[in-house]
């Protein structure tokens, strides 16, 4: 399967913003989608997942802040990201993962599939 991430840019501290990740070249509900960040001289951190049925996960720094969904209809998965904090400024990336569980995937080794990234710097 191919991911493709978008949605990133520059918003100011409190702003909002989206991020889609469309997926080709296999059933797309079939996956466990997940996102996952990294900023500046860090390692690759979990942000949020998605199971296969709809069961959501989030690292506790974004909850409350960020919502994960998935349009199957559309092969997309998607992160809503409200009251943005500067310490949220990563490159963000999505993940498929084929393992057939309905538990949401938090670690990076579970999935096999990796979008390119998208850039969110938020300024305060």
């Known amino acids: 399967v191919q991911l493709q991430a978008s949605g990133g840019g520059l918003v100011q501290a409190g702003g909002s913003l989206r991020l889609s990740c469309a997926a080709s070249g296999r059933t797309f509900s079939d996956y466990a989608m997940g996102w996952f960040r990294q900023a500046p001289g860090k390692e690759r951190e979990f942000v949020s997942a998605?199971?296969?049925?709809?069961?959501?996960k989030y690292v506790d720094a974004v909850k409350g802040r960020f919502t994960i969904s998935r349009g199957n209809a559309r092969n997309t998965v998607y992160l809503q990201m409200n009251s943005l904090k500067p310490e949220d400024t990563a490159i963000y990336y999505c993940a498929a993962s084929y393992q057939v569980t309905e538990v949401p995937l938090t670690g990076p080794s579970m999935y096999n599939y990796w979008g390119q990234g998208t850039l969110v710097t938020v300024s305060s």
């Open positions: 998605v199971s296969r049925s709809g069961g959501t």
